[in-house]
């Protein structure tokens, strides 16, 4: 990886000693390391987010399609949870 400048980030009062916290309980050894965790948790959370917003989409074309089940009962769903379920396992074996 090439070497970059480094980047000079404003923080808030709250922000500054959360990340403070978090070094004197020894969690991180430095300021670099707490924001360091924090952006990998913000790049999870993003592609989190896209993973599911495609589900959605995915779902949307489904109905558009008239793919879908109507259930109006917990019998139903239970029953079609299960049928779903022994389907799986077939195409497994």
């Given at each position: 990886?090439?070497d ?8 808030t ?6 990340v403070?916290q ?9 300021a670099?390391e707490?924001?360091?965790?924090g952006?990998?948790?913000?790049d999870s959370?993003d ?7 495609h ?7 489904q109905?558009a399609?008239?793919?879908f089940l109507?259930?109006t ?5 239970a ?5 779903r379920g022994r389907k ?6």
């Amino acid at each position: 990886m090439a070497d970059t400048p480094d980047l000079s980030v404003r923080l808030t009062q709250r922000d500054k000693e959360f990340v403070e916290q978090q070094v004197e309980a020894g969690l991180y050894d430095n300021a670099e390391e707490v924001v360091s965790a924090g952006l990998k948790a913000l790049d999870s959370e993003d592609y989190k987010k896209s993973q599911l917003l495609h589900q959605i989409d995915a779902a949307d074309d489904q109905f558009a399609r008239g793919e879908f089940l109507t259930l109006t009962t917990a019998q139903e769903l239970a029953e079609s949870i299960k049928e779903r379920g022994r389907k799986i396992l077939a195409e497994r074996r």
